[in-house]
């Protein structure tokens, strides 16, 4: 399985009146080029989508789908048998049909749906994820998909909240029974627990505030009444981990050499071999800092490449000031894109900036939250992690080193204009539903990453050197992800090292190096980043060096959103015509 303005009537309606027509559009298109066997494909893919969502109610949930709001994925054994079943089963019908008989479009997306298959028994058969983390079993992310979004009336979302609720205590339950001591890193338990105290408040204090206007009665008292047991079964589970798994905790959290090219292969269509992407990657950490000591020094040659980073990061707005900064920085953003012709923005509303919920303040940054491909409410969340300020100041004064202006552009490059928010919204307009769903990492990241490099090469801030020492900053750090994803997962690298590299290589605070290190324990893939943009940036040039005179930027960045979020392998099979070398 693959990631605040309210709208007024007149912009919801416009959204979806382009949405609608677009979606005819490419629909009709597309019928026009039907094979034999491509209406069976779709019909099976509608009815793999809809196994999913009964297999899957959370993910049903986040894509927009609310007819399972009131249940949670199984995680009994007996579940994980189901899911496993599931997978294998959907396999083989996919496999059954005869490439021959689809078009190429349909053939690209049953290879795509395969793949997803292959995903979900890595993670249920092989890597297991339901014995080596606890996370897993945490309801948090359910439900606050249930109060993040105006999509239904309170009482019905807090009836789902409550059957939700209810319905997580037996995976809270299943977890003493799922994961095994020998299986368990304990960082990865120290993860949870560092989050515990922010989630156990997000269920005292923000679930009870999003329904308050509700009104008193057996519904509210129901709320309650499992509200204040996930609550207790939440302390009770920190207790458990702490006094029963974490002194018995003897696993590790990387999950091995063949796991890791499998996970490449069935997220990102990637065979590559693992020395060969780990040389491209120390080629390109090389090139990103010789960059970044030239860029440095044109910025100051008396000091040194990190004093220079540093004295730019230190010119950062307050805490209070994060939020206002980049919410006033997106429209000229977006207005750039569109003076430029660097992309379709099929959309007027612009996403809201807020501070990130508390149980994902761990190990992230910055995130777009955009609504699910099937949800009605348009609401949409750039989310942003601000310092507690219960930290002592030093602490406080690290995270907010990541806000300064440059970081601040770069950022909001990266997720919203022209990136995941302009690819969300591009991607909604797909009639394709494989496509509509079912996401490749490397090429979501990946494209976020690729813009915030193409944007200054497009001349966004006439060349000013903080912006682009800023963004090849951000470049060394997905640099340093790359490395550390495959080091930590292949090598035996620690989170320590891994910590170290971060700030060695990637010029980072020592509590934002270990931030990112933390990350790696549980994102196996975070080299998606660089490895996406690397692929992107090699199929813009082949696809230059095909059309010559009459390549154009703007429309390579709209025929490449058009595809869907696929593996960018099948893109290129649609752009080129054949698949040809990913690097």
């Known amino acids: 399985m693959r990631s605040i303005t309210r709208l007024g009537p007149v912009a919801a309606t416009l959204l979806f009146v382009l949405i609608a027509a677009a979606g005819a559009r490419i629909g009709r298109s597309a019928a026009a080029l039907d094979a034999p ?93 339901y014995e080596r983390d606890p996370g897993f079993y945490m309801p948090t992310s359910g439900v606050y998909r249930l109060i993040e979004r105006n999509f239904a009336p309170a009482p019905e979302r807090m009836r789902s909240v409550t059957a939700r609720e209810n319905a997580a205590l037996t995976n809270l339950a299943a977890a003493r029974a799922n994961l095994k001591p020998a299986s368990v890193a304990r960082v990865s338990i120290d993860i949870v627990i560092q989050q515990m105290t922010a989630t156990i408040a997000f269920f005292k204090n923000d679930v009870p505030a999003a329904f308050a206007a509700v009104p008193d009665g057996a519904d509210r008292k129901a709320f309650a009444v499992a509200n204040q047991n996930t609550i207790a079964a939440l302390s009770e589970y920190q207790k458990w981990m702490k006094e029963s798994l974490a002194p018995k905790a003897s696993g590790s959290f990387a999950i091995g050499a063949e796991a890791y090219k499998r996970m490449l292969i069935d997220d990102d269509m990637v065979d590559i071999p693992l020395a060969q992407l780990e040389a491209a990657g120390e080629q390109e950490l090389k090139r990103l800092q010789n960059q970044f000591r030239e860029t440095a020094h044109a910025i100051d040659p008396n000091r040194t490449p990190a004093e220079v980073m540093k004295a730019q990061a230190a010119k950062h707005p307050a805490r209070a000031d994060v939020i206002p900064q980049i919410s006033a920085g997106l429209k000229g953003l977006r207005q750039y894109v569109i003076d430029h012709r660097l992309a379709s923005i099929p959309s ?236």
């Open 348 to 583: 007027d509303v612009m996403p809201t900036v807020a501070e990130t919920p508390p149980f994902r303040r761990a190990t992230t940054f910055a995130s777009m939250d955009s609504p699910g491909p099937l949800e009605k409410s348009t609401e949409a969340y750039f989310y942003v992690t601000l310092p507690d300020p219960s930290w002592p100041a030093e602490r406080q004064n690290q995270l907010l080193e990541f806000y300064s202006a440059p970081n601040i552009s770069d950022v909001s490059t990266h997720e919203v204009f022209p990136g995941h928010y302009v690819q969300f919204l591009n991607n909604r307009l797909n009639p394709d539903k494989v496509r509509l769903l079912y996401y490749s990492g490397a090429n979501v990241e990946g494209w976020g990453l690729y813009v915030e490099q193409m944007m200054l090469d497009e001349g966004l801030h006439s060349g000013e050197p903080t912006y682009r020492l800023a963004q090849i900053q951000m470049a060394l750090q997905r640099a340093c992800r790359y490395l550390a994803g495959i080091r930590m997962h292949t090598h035996g690298m620690t989170v320590e090292d891994a910590a170290k590299f971060f700030e060695s290589d990637a010029y980072m605070t020592p509590h934002n190096a270990m931030v990112e290190a933390l990350r790696g324990t549980g994102d196996p893939g975070y080299l998606r980043y660089q490895l996406g943009k690397l692929m992107i940036l090699k199929l813009r040039e082949d696809v230059r060096a095909k059309q010559v005179a009459s390549f154009d930027l703007g429309k390579f960045h709209d025929a490449f959103l058009a595809q869907g979020a696929v593996p960018i392998r099948l893109i290129r099979r649609a752009m080129l015509g054949s698949d040809g070398p990913l690097l």
């Open 37 to 129: 066997g491509d209406q069976t494909l779709r019909e099976l893919a509608d009815q793999f989508t809809e196994a999913e969502m009964r297999l899957y109610p959370e993910q049903a949930t986040r894509w927009g789908d609310h007819r399972y709001d009131g249940r949670v994925s199984d995680l009994t054994q007996a579940g994980i048998d189901a899911r496993i079943k599931h997978a294998l089963e959907w396999k083989r019908r996919f496999d059954r049909i005869n490439p021959a008989s689809l078009s190429a479009h349909q053939e690209a997306d049953r290879e795509w749906l395969i793949a997803n298959c292959d995903g979900e028994l890595l993670g249920d058969q092989q890597i297991r994820d």
